[in-house]
């Protein structure tokens, strides 16, 4: 079964939500694809109008984080079931600037994988190595870590339904983006360890995306690789032409 190709936008801490709503308007036209997953991970009170701007159309809304608990005593933080309720499909967990900025660990993001599915929010889990963890050539053993401990208890349906996106740190926002031929070593080695851990299927099926200041100009490249199914954009999916990115291919 081939996997779909999936353009993701990660919009980080940018965008109003009447920002929100006009933007997505001209992204309607600009990103309408029969071939590419279009999804777009919005900060949690742009929901709601994020999800009623892309109402009819090819756009999927997410979040780019939750927290692990129900509800209760957590001041600021955001429930999943506030994000299901409010439109979103899916949530990026474990973002380098959560584990970097605010302490997250793969512990914390293990738990919200595990809150994520009981709510069918579909998680795109995170991970990359820093500059220093590449020169130091520990780059597959650290994303292995990240992705045994994020995936812990998860079954093989939950699984393969999950998303993971390889960011190296030293890519992000950057402007360096990795060669397609270091991000598919690594998505590659990612889709070695799903295998090991959860067999062939699950390997085949399981989508593992690129970030780190993908653009335009370099997207075809990247997603032509055989382990590369699509990526997570920021500062590019701030844009219309975010729709060059998912039309990649013409
Ligand atoms: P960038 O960010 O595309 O701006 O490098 C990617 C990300 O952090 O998800």
Known sequence: MARRILAAGNW???????????LIAEMRKTCASDSVDVLLCVPAIDIPAAVEAAAGSNIQIGAENMYFEENGAYTGEISPAMLVDAGAKYVILGHSERRDYFGETSEDVNKKMKKAFEHNLIPVMCCGESLTQREQGITMDWIRQ??????????????KTAIIAYEPIWAIGTGKT???DQAEEVCKGIR???R??????????????YGGSVKPANAAE????????????????LKPDFGDIVNYSK
Do not use: C, H, W
Request: charged fraction near 30%; glycine fraction near 10%; avoid cysteine.
């Open 12 to 22: 980080k801490m940018n965008k109003t939500p009447s920002e929100t709503k006009a």
């Open 146 to 159: 990240q992705v045994k401990v994020g995936f812990q208890d998860l079954t093989a349906d939950q699984a």
């Open 178 to 180: 990795a060669t397609s």
């Open 192 to 194: 070695d360890l799903i």
């Open 196 to 209: 090991e851990l959860y067999g062939a299927e699950v390997a085949e099926e399981i989508r593992i995306l």
């Open 222 to 237: 990247l997603f032509a690789k055989e382990d590369i199914d699509g990526g997570l954009v920021g500062g590019a999916s």
